[in-house]
Protein backbone atom coordinates (compact mmCIF):
# COMPACT_ATOMS: atom_id res chain seq x y z
CA UNK A 1 0.00 0.00 0.00
CA UNK A 2 1.09 3.65 -0.83
CA UNK A 3 2.45 5.53 2.08
CA UNK A 4 2.96 9.30 2.46
CA UNK A 5 5.87 11.15 4.14
CA UNK A 6 5.70 14.93 4.67
CA UNK A 7 8.82 16.89 5.31
CA UNK A 8 10.01 20.46 5.25
CA UNK A 9 7.90 21.91 8.41
CA UNK A 10 9.78 24.34 10.45
CA UNK A 11 10.21 27.56 12.48
CA UNK A 12 9.79 30.80 10.66
CA UNK A 13 9.08 34.58 11.17
CA UNK A 14 5.72 36.02 9.63
CA UNK A 15 5.95 37.24 6.22
CA UNK A 16 8.22 34.39 5.00
CA UNK A 17 8.08 31.09 3.54
CA UNK A 18 8.12 27.41 3.76
CA UNK A 19 8.21 24.83 1.04
CA UNK A 20 6.18 21.17 2.17
CA UNK A 21 6.66 17.98 0.38
CA UNK A 22 4.85 14.82 0.82
CA UNK A 23 6.40 11.95 -0.87
CA UNK A 24 4.55 8.74 -1.52
CA UNK A 25 6.71 5.38 -1.08
CA UNK A 26 5.88 1.81 -2.33
CA UNK A 27 3.30 2.52 -5.33
CA UNK A 28 2.74 5.81 -7.72
CA UNK A 29 0.03 8.11 -6.99
CA UNK A 30 -0.29 9.41 -10.93
CA UNK A 31 -3.55 8.77 -10.73
CA UNK A 32 -4.48 9.86 -7.21
CA UNK A 33 -6.32 12.92 -5.75
CA UNK A 34 -4.32 14.81 -3.25
CA UNK A 35 -4.78 17.33 -0.54
CA UNK A 36 -3.17 19.30 2.21
CA UNK A 37 -4.51 19.63 5.58
CA UNK A 38 -4.01 21.22 8.62
CA UNK A 39 -4.94 20.63 12.24
CA UNK A 40 -4.06 23.83 15.21
CA UNK A 41 -3.64 23.28 18.71
CA UNK A 42 -7.00 23.09 20.22
CA UNK A 43 -8.82 23.02 16.40
CA UNK A 44 -10.23 20.35 14.36
CA UNK A 45 -8.33 19.47 11.07
CA UNK A 46 -9.35 21.93 8.44
CA UNK A 47 -8.20 21.66 4.83
CA UNK A 48 -5.89 23.63 2.98
CA UNK A 49 -5.60 22.77 -0.27
CA UNK A 50 -6.14 20.14 -2.91
CA UNK A 51 -5.12 18.83 -6.52
CA UNK A 52 -6.71 16.36 -9.03
CA UNK A 53 -4.84 14.25 -10.70
CA UNK A 54 -4.91 16.37 -14.00
CA UNK A 55 -3.61 18.85 -11.58
CA UNK A 56 -6.54 20.91 -11.05
CA UNK A 57 -6.36 23.00 -7.95
CA UNK A 58 -8.42 24.19 -5.10
CA UNK A 59 -7.67 26.53 -2.08
CA UNK A 60 -9.33 27.05 1.33
CA UNK A 61 -10.53 30.95 1.50
CA UNK A 62 -7.50 31.66 4.27
CA UNK A 63 -5.08 30.78 2.01
CA UNK A 64 -5.49 31.66 -1.55
CA UNK A 65 -3.09 33.71 -2.65
CA UNK A 66 -0.60 32.89 -0.71
CA UNK A 67 -0.23 28.84 -0.75
CA UNK A 68 0.00 27.21 -4.03
CA UNK A 69 -0.02 23.09 -4.36
CA UNK A 70 1.72 21.48 -6.89
CA UNK A 71 2.60 17.56 -7.72
CA UNK A 72 5.47 16.25 -9.60
CA UNK A 73 4.49 12.34 -10.63
CA UNK A 74 7.68 11.51 -11.78
CA UNK A 75 8.84 12.23 -8.24
CA UNK A 76 5.64 11.09 -6.51
CA UNK A 77 5.88 14.22 -4.71
CA UNK A 78 3.42 16.95 -4.03
CA UNK A 79 4.57 20.10 -2.92
CA UNK A 80 2.79 23.22 -0.62
CA UNK A 81 4.48 26.26 -1.43
CA UNK A 82 3.49 28.79 1.50
CA UNK A 83 4.09 32.25 1.34
CA UNK A 84 3.67 34.98 3.20
CA UNK A 85 3.35 32.85 6.42
CA UNK A 86 1.10 34.30 9.32
CA UNK A 87 0.73 33.15 13.00
CA UNK A 88 -2.95 31.61 12.23
CA UNK A 89 -0.98 29.22 9.55
CA UNK A 90 0.78 27.74 12.63
CA UNK A 91 -0.50 24.15 12.67
CA UNK A 92 0.88 20.28 12.21
CA UNK A 93 0.06 19.84 8.07
CA UNK A 94 -1.04 16.68 6.64
CA UNK A 95 -1.19 15.29 3.36
CA UNK A 96 -3.88 12.99 2.23
CA UNK A 97 -4.54 11.25 -1.00
CA UNK A 98 -7.33 9.63 -2.21
CA UNK A 99 -6.43 6.51 -4.79
CA UNK A 100 -10.16 5.39 -6.28
CA UNK A 101 -10.80 9.32 -7.05
CA UNK A 102 -14.17 9.02 -5.38
CA UNK A 103 -16.80 11.40 -5.90
CA UNK A 104 -16.70 13.15 -2.29
CA UNK A 105 -16.20 16.60 -2.06
CA UNK A 106 -12.15 17.35 -2.21
CA UNK A 107 -11.99 19.67 1.07
CA UNK A 108 -14.15 16.82 2.61
CA UNK A 109 -11.54 14.87 4.99
CA UNK A 110 -13.30 11.19 4.49
CA UNK A 111 -12.53 11.43 0.70
CA UNK A 112 -8.75 10.34 1.21
CA UNK A 113 -8.42 6.77 3.31
CA UNK A 114 -4.22 7.85 2.98
CA UNK A 115 -2.61 9.93 5.73
CA UNK A 116 1.09 11.27 6.23
CA UNK A 117 2.19 11.74 9.65
CA UNK A 118 2.25 15.28 9.65
CA UNK A 119 4.85 18.01 9.96
CA UNK A 120 5.19 20.65 11.93
CA UNK A 121 4.81 24.23 11.28
CA UNK A 122 5.17 27.10 13.28
CA UNK A 123 5.08 30.77 12.66
CA UNK A 124 5.76 33.27 15.28
CA UNK A 125 5.52 37.09 14.88
Known amino acids: QVQLAESGGGLVQAGGSLRLSCAAS????????MAWFRQAPGKEREFVAA???????SYADSVKGRFTISRDNLKNTMYLQMNNLKPEDTAIYYC???????????????????WGQGTQVTVFS
Open 96 to 114: AADPLNSGSRYDSQNKYPL
Open 26 to 33: RGTFVRFA
Open 51 to 57: ISWSSGT
